[in-house]
């Protein structure tokens, strides 16, 4: 697909040089209508939500509802779990040494260690359509929304309603934050709220612009917090030198239409957030994050930190070996000045192009630049100050996102806005570029689109027209990293046996026994809010003795035995 991509581009850049006048007809008509729509800015935002939200549904029968694989994702699972039955979080198991499970927290209650927000939406869509899956799905629509709108504060409102479209197309259809339970739509709604109340509040002075800046700090901070934060920081940079200058309102009509709400808003979150800890950890100021990291982490989140000389104690070998062996190993690699750590970074960077631009959206930035350059325009002053405030927004959150020990691209989450912004900003300066007189800059502007629409249709049909398209997995660094469209399989077998269980009488035990070579990313033993309640319970193998204790405790269950590292892996009685 990627090759696709680049191919069309380049054809795109040669028909620009060529004829660049062909098809206009077609397109003036199609971008009058445009137009028009993106005219009523409050329909425009609708109609790019909805968009959004017909289009996974209309993939489905190609990217089904998925099974959760990662890790993360039984986690996110389990707050939503919780939440859906009215609880902020459960009771720790008396057995719960044996059906321990990774990026949960046991001691004092039983808990996602993550923030709430994901889990928030997973319960929405848990209760309201019966499936965690439709929270992803409703976060996606309203994270293409929401960016339209952001967009709509920045540029005029046809750009605006153009980067609500791609970001359909690229982050709402394949993508992985479509397409799994860990996501990033939920924090990018946050980024999307912030940014794009900015320049209101600034122009305007409205209530409900502040309102909704302090909304989207809120679902930083329950999303993203570190990464929010960074973002937060260039915002209030921004807010405190607009206050200071020349061109502010009165204290009453600032301090009216956005301190105040915007300080009551996080007063608010922070009062809601203090009290989930509260109830999850028995302190307001500790978080559930906190407690994990104290009880199972063997390698700081950032790479600035030092590293722990002493790891805790772990009570089952797979937690042990993957926090011991595979973090703290991994965190010594890059963070070694002579070993990976330029090498990480630009891991690191070039992931962030391949999913959030890729070849399409490089070729306006190419371009400008390259026109920019054979005009000696690259000077900073001649930049337009919304641009330079997102350049320089950009650079920051990138710097703190090479900063961090570990990375996936729904950490980049809240600066999707960003990313967005700065392709389109480019894609319109690059409309008025003329080459020996023929409107080249339009035709590429025309062409990119387009091209992303058919890579759309491509997508979709990849699999009967036999496209090679790279899946990826979340900690195997040796496979290439997501793109727009690629799905996070290989299948996990866990769901299949799963469904064999849930078709026989009765509740179930699985004990789950690895061998000794055992890939410890990869796990097994993840369970409801409800231990005691669910048709199957999933436990580890601790030996005979150990086991029989579980078993007696269990005593009204079939007991299993099941063999993950098997090929297939097996199922039988115990």
């Not at 007189?437 to 990119?448: E, M, N, Q, Y």
């Amino acid at each position: 697909m990627q090759r696709i991509e680049i191919c069309l581009a380049l054809l795109a850049i040669a028909i620009a040089l060529a004829y660049p006048r062909i098809g206009a007809r077609w397109f003036r008509m199609l971008e009058n209508g445009f137009r028009k729509l993106a005219r009523r800015r409050r329909l425009a935002v609708l109609v790019v939500g909805v968009t959004a939200l017909a289009a996974r549904a209309a993939v489905l029968p190609v990217e089904p509802i998925p099974h959760p694989i990662i890790q993360d994702e039984y986690s996110y699972l389990l707050a939503a779990d919780t939440f859906a039955h009215g609880r902020l979080t459960n009771p720790t198991h008396p057995m719960w040494v044996h059906i321990e499970a990774f990026q949960e927290i046991w001691q004092p209650t039983y808990q996602s260690k993550y923030f709430p927000g994901q889990g928030l939406a997973l319960a929405l869509g848990q209760v309201v359509f019966g499936h965690p899956f439709w929270g992803v799905w409703l976060s996606i629509g309203l994270m293409c929304a929401a960016l339209c709108w952001m967009l709509q504060g920045w540029m005029p409102p046809g750009w605006a309603l153009l980067g609500g479209f791609l970001a359909v197309i690229r982050l709402g259809t394949f993508s992985y934050w479509a397409d799994t339970y860990f996501g990033g739509a939920v924090a990018a709604i946050g980024g999307a709220l912030v940014l794009g109340a900015l320049p209101r509040i600034k122009r305007e002075q409205h209530v409900q612009d502040a309102l909704l800046m302090g909304l989207g700090l809120a679902i930083l901070a329950n999303t993203r917090p570190y990464e929010g934060l960074v973002l937060s920081l260039p915002v209030a940079a921004a807010l405190l030198a607009w206050i200071a200058g020349r061109e502010r309102p009165p204290w009453r009509v600032w301090f009216g239409t956005v301190a105040l709400p915007l300080s009551l808003t996080l007063a608010l979150a922070a009062v809601a957030m203090g009290y989930y800890f509260w109830r999850v950890t028995g302190n307001p100021l500790r978080m559930p994050y906190q407690v994990y990291t104290d009880a199972y982490g063997a390698s700081p989140n950032l790479l600035l930190q030092h590293a722990r000389t002493v790891f805790p104690a772990y009570h089952n070998r797979e937690i042990r070996n993957f926090y011991v062996r595979f973090e703290a190993s991994f965190f010594s690699l890059a963070r070694s000045l002579h070993g990976r750590l330029l090498q990480f970074a630009a891991l690191k960077t070039y992931e962030l192009w391949l999913f959030f631009v890729g070849p399409l959206l490089t070729l306006p930035l190419v371009m400008l630049s390259a026109v920019a350059l054979k005009r000696h325009a690259c000077r900073w002053r001649l930049v337009s100050p919304g641009t330079r405030f997102l350049l320089i927004a950009s650079a920051v959150c990138l710097g703190s996102l090479l900063l961090e020990s570990f990375f996936s691209l729904h950490y980049a989450a809240p600066m999707t806005c960003l990313f967005l912004a700065l392709v389109l900003l480019s894609l319109r300066r690059l409309r008025a570029w003329r080459w020996q007189g023929k409107p080249a800059g339009l035709f590429v502007s025309r062409a990119v689109p387009l091209i992303a629409v058919a890579m759309l249709l491509l997508r979709v049909a990849a699999v009967p027209l036999h496209l090679s398209i790279v899946g990826y997995w979340a900690f195997r660094l040796e496979v290439k990293p997501p793109t727009w469209c690629s799905p996070l399989k290989p299948e996990f077998p866990r769901a299949r046996i799963l469904a064999e269980l849930e078709q026989k009488p009765g509740k179930h035990l699985a004990i789950v026994r690895y061998r000794p070579d055992h890939e410890p990313s990869i796990d097994w033993v993840y369970n409801e809010a409800d231990v005691d309640a669910s048709r199957v319970v999933w436990a580890r193998d601790r030996g005979p003795a150990e086991n029989e204790e579980l078993i007696r405790y269990f005593k009204d269950r079939d007991v299993w035995l099941v063999e993950p590292d098997e090929n297939p892996p097996r199922l039988s009685a115990h």
